[in-house]
């Protein structure tokens, strides 16, 4: 039977049950819960020292309103980075390359701000809609502008994820496949694409941890213009 390289980012199913759900779960079974230990393990020191500097990036940029929306946050990103990485592990499904699923992450998310905002400061929210001191014929046309960037934000969210990701998986693929296929005809050309796939395969691995920070990054960041 003859294989698509879009196959890969089909989601599993059994008996027709779609298991993405398990594959979302599944991450979350791998962070050990805190215990009430005085003295802790290496890891466990470890995964608190990347959470304290991870929430304090996050929390970087957001005024001191903003800082309760932090457990939110960190488990967003914790949850993406870990479903990216565990994405590049041989027989393995990425939700994230799926466009739904991002939006379905982006839209509440970005959704929660804007009404923050509007709840908050909604002459502060309203104002970043027409830029001061914009000359009369054209506010007709910035508002209609502002209100359309505003509105793609969570769609532009997800396709970065998705399209980020998604790219990086068929690079992989196609790269494997050609160093497999020239291995018995060119060896010394198939070498040279297996050192080049090591290369993209820490790239990708660089870009699944990037792409989760960017996502929240730019989550918190919307998130300062509404508070």
Not at 201 to 224: G, R
Request: net charge positive.
């Amino acid at each position: 039977m003859n294989l698509s390289f879009f196959d890969q980012f089909m989601y599993p199913s059994l008996l027709g049950i779609p298991l993405i759900l398990i594959s979302l779960l599944f991450p979350t079974l791998l962070i050990p819960s805190p215990n009430k230990r005085w003295i802790t393990n290496r890891f466990s020191t470890l995964q608190l020292w990347f959470f304290q500097l991870t929430t304090k990036q996050i929390m970087m940029p957001l005024a001191k309103k903003g800082h309760k929306w932090a457990l939110i946050l960190l488990s967003l990103m914790i949850l993406l980075l870990m479903i990216n990485l565990l994405g590049l592990l041989p027989y393995t499904f990425t939700p994230t390359t799926q466009l739904s699923m991002n939006l379905a992450l982006a839209f509440p998310l970005w959704l929660a701000t804007l009404l923050t905002g509007l709840r908050n400061q909604p002459s502060a929210s309203l104002g970043h809609l027409l830029p001061e001191g914009t000359p009369t014929p054209l506010i007709p046309a910035l508002i209609l502008i502002e209100t359309t960037s505003l509105l793609i934000r969570p769609l532009a969210l997800g396709v970065r994820l998705t399209a980020n990701l998604t790219a990086g998986h068929l690079l992989i693929q196609l790269i494997s496949t050609a160093s497999t296929v020239l291995l018995p005809i060119m060896p010394t050309v198939s070498l040279l694409t297996t050192l080049i796939l090591l290369l993209l395969t820490i790239l990708e691995v660089a870009v699944a941890m990037i792409q989760a920070y960017v996502f929240v990054l730019l989550l918190s960041l919307y998130l300062q213009e509404n508070i």
